[in-house]
C-alpha cells in the first residue's frame, strides 16, 4: 500500500478523533472546566485542519472515488454523503469563527454559534468515518 492509499483511512481516523475530542470537549464545557474545554477544541480544531490537508491530498492524487453498492445501500451513501458534504462546506467557516469568540473570551457570542457548530462538526465528522467504511469496506 503506497502513502496515497493509506490516506482514506488516516482520514477516517481523523475525523473520528475529532468527534471523540467534540465529546469531550462538550462535557467538559458542562462541568463548567473551561481551561480543559478550550484545550481540547483546540485540539478538535487542530485534528480536523489535518483531516482537511490530508483529504484534500488524497483526492488530488486519486480523484473521485465512486461508491460500487447498489439498491437501497447506494441510496443510503449518497443520502449520508449528500448531507455530509453539503455540511462540510460550513465547518471550517463555523470553527473558526466559534473558536476566534471563544479565545477572545466574547463568551455570550461564543455560546449562541457553538449551540450550531458542534452538532454540525460532529455530524460531519461521525458521517465522515461512516462514508469511508461503505466506500472502503461495504
Do not use: C
Amino acid at each position: 500500500m503506497t502513502f496515497y492509499e493509506s490516506l482514506p483511512t488516516l482520514n477516517a481516523f481523523l475525523n473520528g478523533a475529532a468527534a471523540i475530542l467534540l465529546a469531550i470537549g462538550y462535557v467538559l464545557i458542562r462541568n463548567r472546566r473551561r481551561e480543559a474545554h478550550k484545550r481540547v477544541m483546540i485540539a478538535a480544531f487542530a485534528v480536523s485542519t489535518v483531516f482537511l490537508a490530508s483529504y484534500l491530498l488524497h483526492h488530488f492524487h486519486a480523484g473521485l472515488v465512486y461508491f460500487q453498492g447498489t439498491g437501497a445501500i447506494r441510496t443510503v451513501y449518497l443520502w449520508i454523503l449528500g448531507t455530509h458534504t453539503v455540511l462540510a462546506i460550513t465547518v471550517p467557516v463555523l470553527a473558526i469563527i466559534t473558536l476566534n469568540r471563544g479565545l477572545a473570551a466574547r463568551y455570550d457570542k461564543h455560546r449562541v454559534i457553538a449551540k450550531w457548530t458542534l452538532p454540525i462538526w460532529m455530524y460531519v465528522s461521525v458521517t465522515g468515518v461512516v462514508v469511508y467504511l461503505m466506500l472502503y469496506h461495504l
